[in-house]
């Protein structure tokens, strides 16, 4: 019996790791097995659950232009929650990837990123399929968000996108506007000269506009440096103009490199 009771004191730390062991590995294989709830939740933003309640009673709609348009006179009142808890009370069959859509729009012009990104996956639990305009929306929320992971939300947005889809010019010109918002020249021209010549996805009047309009904050990034460091005030106004100017021919002569093989449509 004695001997017994030490051969189990002297095992008790071996058995003790191995328990802890097979249960690490146990925990490890049950979250390989659970399933992100989308393409993009490998960039974790977190995804605010939508209304469901409104401030007031309300006849929803059992056709899918008719609740688009409820949507729309809602919204237009000045209470865009009750907007989306309507389509949330709604039948499947009432919905649309209409609908959805210009619930996503709803979040996307204000820039709520985490909500449009909810939108989108309560859409495609109701099997609804995600349009290009649906990802246009996505990516201008991205575009207006101030979260420091927009940039690569909109990026894996966009590949999403282009493995589900054919991405367009108009798809390809939003994602730019988010390296545009979030001051990030160098990959904003390096996917613009990636472009075809030719084509549907040839650059547009709205794409050369907003390299440009890039550019044009860039240098005035650049020169808010130049003040904030004191510039101004050590050097003459002559020489702090001069300074100016050999920054901003810099610029735009980097511009005219960058857009040289390109043509005006």
Same mark, same amino acid.
């Given at each position: *019996?004695?001997?017994?009771?030490?051969?189990?004191?002297?095992?008790?730390?071996?058995?003790?790791?191995?328990?802890?062991?097979? @249960? #690490?590995?146990h925990?490890?294989?049950?979250?390989?097995?659970?399933?992100?709830?989308s393409?993009?939740?490998?960039?974790?933003?977190?995804?605010?659950? &939508?209304?469901?309640?409104?401030?007031?009673? @309300?006849?929803?709609?059992?056709?899918?232009y008719?609740?688009?348009?409820?949507f %729309?006179?809602?919204?237009?009142?000045?209470?865009?929650?009750?907007?989306?808890?309507?389509? *949330?009370?709604?039948?499947?069959?009432?919905?649309? %990837?209409?609908?959805?859509?210009?619930?996503?729009?709803?979040?996307?012009?204000?820039?709520?990123? #985490?909500?449009?990104?909810?939108?989108?996956?309560? *859409?495609?639990?109701?099997?609804?399929e995600?349009?290009? %305009?649906? @990802?246009?929306e996505?990516?201008?929320?991205?575009?207006?968000?101030?979260?420091?992971?927009?940039?690569a939300?909109?990026?894996?947005? @966009?590949?999403?996108?282009?493995?589900?889809?054919?991405?367009?010019?108009?798809?390809?010109n %939003?994602?730019?506007?988010?390296y545009?918002?979030?001051?990030?020249?160098?990959?904003?021209?390096?996917?613009?000269?990636?472009?075809?010549?030719?084509?549907?996805?040839?650059?547009?009047?709205a794409?050369?506009?907003?390299v440009?309009?890039?550019?044009?904050?860039?240098?005035?990034?650049?020169?808010?440096?130049?003040?904030?460091?004191?510039v101004?005030?050590?050097?003459?106004?002559?020489?702090?103009?001069? =300074?100016?100017?050999?920054?901003?021919?810099?610029?735009?002569m980097?511009?005219?490199?960058? &857009?040289?093989?390109? =043509?005006f449509?």
């Amino acid at each position: *019996m004695f001997r017994l009771t030490v051969n189990l004191w002297t095992r008790l730390p071996a058995i003790r790791n191995h328990r802890v062991a097979a @249960y #690490s590995k146990h925990t490890a294989a049950v979250q390989d097995k659970v399933k992100p709830a989308s393409d993009t939740e490998d960039i974790w933003i977190k995804r605010r659950p &939508l209304p469901k309640t409104t401030s007031i009673e @309300y006849t929803i709609p059992e056709d899918p232009y008719l609740l688009a348009q409820k949507f %729309t006179q809602v919204v237009a009142n000045g209470k865009p929650d009750d907007a989306v808890a309507i389509v *949330m009370q709604s039948k499947t069959r009432s919905q649309s %990837t209409a609908v959805w859509n210009l619930v996503i729009r709803e979040y996307a012009k204000n820039g709520r990123l #985490s909500r449009a990104l909810r939108a989108h996956t309560e *859409m495609r639990k109701r099997g609804f399929e995600a349009t290009n %305009t649906t @990802y246009t929306e996505l990516l201008k929320a991205c575009a207006l968000s101030d979260s420091d992971k927009s940039t690569a939300m909109a990026e894996n947005l @966009y590949k999403q996108l282009t493995n589900k889809l054919e991405p367009t010019i108009i798809n390809f010109n %939003t994602l730019l506007t988010v390296y545009l918002r979030k001051h990030d020249l160098t990959t904003l021209l390096d996917r613009f000269n990636n472009l075809p010549a030719n084509g549907s996805m040839a650059p547009e009047l709205a794409t050369f506009t907003i390299v440009f309009s890039a550019f044009r904050r860039e240098i005035f990034r650049k020169l808010q440096e130049l003040k904030q460091v004191g510039v101004e005030e050590k050097d003459s106004e002559s020489q702090v103009f001069g =300074k100016k100017r050999r920054l901003a021919f810099l610029l735009m002569m980097r511009s005219n490199r960058a &857009l040289g093989h390109r =043509k005006f449509p």
